[in-house]
Nanobody, 113 residues
Framework: QVQFVESGGGLVQPGGFLRLSCAAS???????MGWYRQAPGKQRELVAS???????NYADSVKGRFTISRDNAKKAVYLQMNNLKPEDTADYYC????????WGQGTQVTVSS
């Protein structure tokens, strides 16, 4: 069964940084993984993805500020977020790409002074 557990969110000032972690269960190594976010009143969006071979892709809004990585041995995905902006405030989730219905609880990121 596929499950995702996200952690690492919090309250940070603009310009600050956070590192999100995701622990996955089930088959992991062969799938592209993604970090998604959902801001209040908005649809969930994909912000970054990484293939099984390590090829990354980013939404334009986070390019140059966020870095996605994975550790296949640990079945883990990470999102390093630098130079955070108030518009990055959202609940962040990891999932496969394309996503499967098994969404985790997410981790909340609030960027505010």
């Amino acid at each position: 069964q596929v499950q995702f557990v996200e952690s690492g969110g919090g309250l940070v000032q603009p310009g600050g940084f956070l590192r999100l972690s995701c622990a996955a269960s089930g088959t992991f190594n062969i799938f592209t993984m993604g970090w998604y976010r959902q801001a209040p009143g908005k649809q969930r969006e994909l912000v970054a993805s990484i293939t099984s071979g390590g090829v990354t892709n980013y939404a334009d809004s986070v390019k140059g500020r966020f870095t996605i990585s994975r550790d296949n041995a640990k079945k883990a995905v990470y999102l390093q977020m630098n130079n955070l902006k108030p518009e990055d405030t959202a609940d962040y989730y990891c999932n496969r790409r394309p996503a499967v219905p098994s969404w985790g609880q997410g981790t909340q990121v609030t960027v505010s002074s």
